[in-house]
């Protein structure tokens, strides 16, 4: 049975009994008092606040990911079409789908969270001061991490904090906070949750509720955003060091370790592994009479939209410029997982064509030795033919796909639309990543590349920096300082170990490095060309035409040349598109929101 589908039935259970109170009378009002009498029912309560998670609008991936340099909406490349392209092209403003739909059901969580700390305040009788103590850290984990999210996304960071439950019209309404302000209050909540919860839950049922390594990580994450707020050469200390703190607790837990086995890594078996921090639970077979399209169903669209399958405008694809990071990848020679045997020569060994963190991330030709759905990557993946309209799809990401335990994903119950795969928020190698830029920072040089080829060394890749006498692995020997290793981190090492995972992580790391321009700018002036690619192993052996990318110029007219982000450049407006602006529903039905 799949790991924390408990969970997943309690959402059900949970948001069912909110639809049914909403339609008779409000528990928020005068019937409120008798409504949470246990901890059972604020239990209850609690697991609907977990649930603001499960809507595709929450994480807003399917946009985020072509707003950033990481991917590109549908096919048809230059010119997209469809709501992905609004967001490709840096064209969304307060009234877009995606703009009002993460405002609400983030504001919903919130909402759900103080319910449950109001009823846990006013509860009188209570069973175990444990378990009471265990609730109200995590509704306030989630009330914090919620309030983060929106001052991270919206409008620089001044949002309206929610922390009660509001009992009248005038609490609605309610005026926007400082930035700073908010800052203070989810650190507040947050803080409280890293000094109440469990480090892990005893109860099997209780996998993937927030941990005290949940809260740390956000807290840190936080310390690190504020940090470098101002840019490169203008570092908060006191911040970074506070980072540093939280980042090394969870490093030091012996509940977390960066795992090393593919068949654990972007997989359903690997779902909760032990590289894990926090993670959203999803099911395809609860209450599978739900409509697709209902977001407190516990299924995801996700695989849908990256299988590459879909219709024209509803798919998302790694970009030209990752896909040729990825399929450049340096290994290390002297790890023999970089060794894999032929599946038609028993005993014989050759390089592997792509590196072990390409075949986790993402699905591309060269890639002829891993499955993919019901076939090996380079067969069961469309990649596109010589047509030039259609010119896209030159490689899939993976890490929301099924394509380890379906053969396509029309086999999902319900449907294409319908995925029961978990989605990772926070995970140790982002930790390892978000420390070393730390200890960059502080100039420490030799304890960033560390904490980088920690990463690294998992994935079989060649290490960076000065080998030092190590002989056991390859480095490049490259002599880095602060600035270049920086420079670096941002282009190469945390995009391609975060790709599109978690809560924009992209957008805000280019935002706070101060780049999000320039880097528009220089990945609108790189050039692509097609390439053919010749499949040598089983019975599809041949030449693939147009089913690669190259770099370099093939001074051949045949091949097509492929550019990205021309308009997204041109469009880019910082003050407009840094950050998301307020949503129009709210600023046309809160009257305090501009007092």
């Known amino acids: 049975m799949k790991i924390l589908k408990y969970i997943a039935l309690g959402l059900v259970v949970a948001l069912s009994s909110c639809s049914d109170y909403l339609e008779e009378s409000n528990p928020n009002m005068s019937d409120k008092d008798t409504y949470w ?44 079409t469809g709501e992905g392209a609004v967001w490709y092209t840096h ?10 739909k993460k405002w609400e059901i983030l504001y919903m969580g919130i909402f759900r969270a103080n319910q449950v700390i109001e009823a846990l305040h006013n509860m009188e009788n209570v069973s175990s001061e444990e378990a009471w103590t265990v609730q109200m850290a995590q509704a306030r984990f989630l009330r914090g991490l919620y309030h983060f999210y929106l001052h991270s ?11 009660k ?22 650190r507040k909540d947050l803080q409280y949750a890293y000094n109440n919860l469990p480090e892990v839950y005893a109860d099997s049922k209780d996998q993937g509720r927030a941990t005290k390594g949940a809260a740390a990580a956000m807290l840190g994450t936080s310390y690190l955003y504020q940090g470098t707020l101002p840019g490169p050469g203008n570092i908060d200390m006191v911040e970074i060091d506070s980072a540093i703190t939280k980042f090394e607790y969870i490093i030091g837990s012996k509940n977390y370790e960066l795992v090393d086995d593919m068949a ?57 410029w990752v896909t040729n990071a990825y399929v450049n990848e340096k290994m290390d020679p002297l790890d023999s997982r970089n060794m894999v045997e032929e599946p038609e020569d028993p005993g014989v060994f050759v390089p592997r064509p792509v590196s072990l963190r390409t075949s986790a991330m993402i699905g591309v030709v060269q890639d002829e030795f891993t499955k993919y759905y019901d076939g090996l990557v380079h067969n069961a993946v469309s990649f596109p033919s010589n047509d030039k309209r259609t010119q896209n799809g030159f490689s899939r990401y993976k890490i929301f796909n099924n394509h380890d335990i379906l053969d396509r994903e029309q086999d999902n119950p319900g449907g ?14 982002d930790i390892y990543m978000m420390l070393a830029e730390c200890y960059i920072y502080k100039n420490d040089v030799t304890e960033a590349l560390r904490n980088i080829n920690m990463v690294r060394q998992r994935w079989a890749l060649e290490l960076i920096g000065p080998s030092n006498g190590d002989a056991s692995h390859t480095y490049n020997e490259v002599n880095y300082d602060a600035t270049t290793l920086l420079t670096r981190l941002q282009n190469v090492e945390k995009p391609l170990e975060t790709s599109i995972e978690g809560h924009c992580i992209r957008w805000f790391d280019l935002r706070r490095w101060g780049i999000l321009k320039s880097n528009f700018d220089m990945h609108a002036n790189e050039t692509f060309w097609s390439a053919h690619y010749t499949v040598t192993r089983g019975e599809n052996a041949r030449t693939k035409w147009h089913s690669t990318i190259t770099d370099t110029d093939p001074n051949d007219p045949t091949l097509i040349l492929l550019k990205d982000y021309e308009q997204a450049a041109l469009n880019f407006n910082y003050q407009k598109h840094a950050w998301l602006p307020i949503p129009s529903t709210e600023t046309v039905t809160n009257t305090d929101i501009f007092n």
Not at 153 to 163: A, E, F, L, P
């Open 416 to 429: 294409n639309q319908r995925s029961g795969k978990n989605v990772t928020l926070s995970r140790l190698g």
């Open 91 to 100: 064209s969304y403003d307060n009234s877009n789908n995606g703009v009002i």
């Open 153 to 163: 996304t919206y409008n620089r960071g001044s949002i309206i904090i929610k922390d």
């Open 165 to 186: 439950v509001p009992g009248n019209l005038e609490d609605f309404n309610q005026s926007l906070s400082t930035s700073e302000e908010v800052v203070e209050f989810f």
């Open 37 to 80: 009498t246990n901890l059972n029912q604020t239990n209850s309560t609690l697991t609907a606040a977990y649930a603001a998670m499960v809507s595709d609008f929450a994480l807003n991936i399917a946009y985020e990911a072509p707003r950033t340099d990481l991917a590109t909406p549908g096919f048809g490349r230059p010119t997209y």
């Open 264 to 320: 654990l890594l972007f997989t359903t078996a690997g779902e909760m592994n032990k590289e894990s921090i926090f993670e959203i639970a999803f099911s395809n077979t609860v209450n599978p009479e739900y409509s697709t399209w209902v977001e407190d169903n516990v299924s995801n669209r996700l695989a849908f939209t990256f299988d590459g399958r879909g219709s024209n405008s509803s798919n998302v694809f790694p970009s030209l």
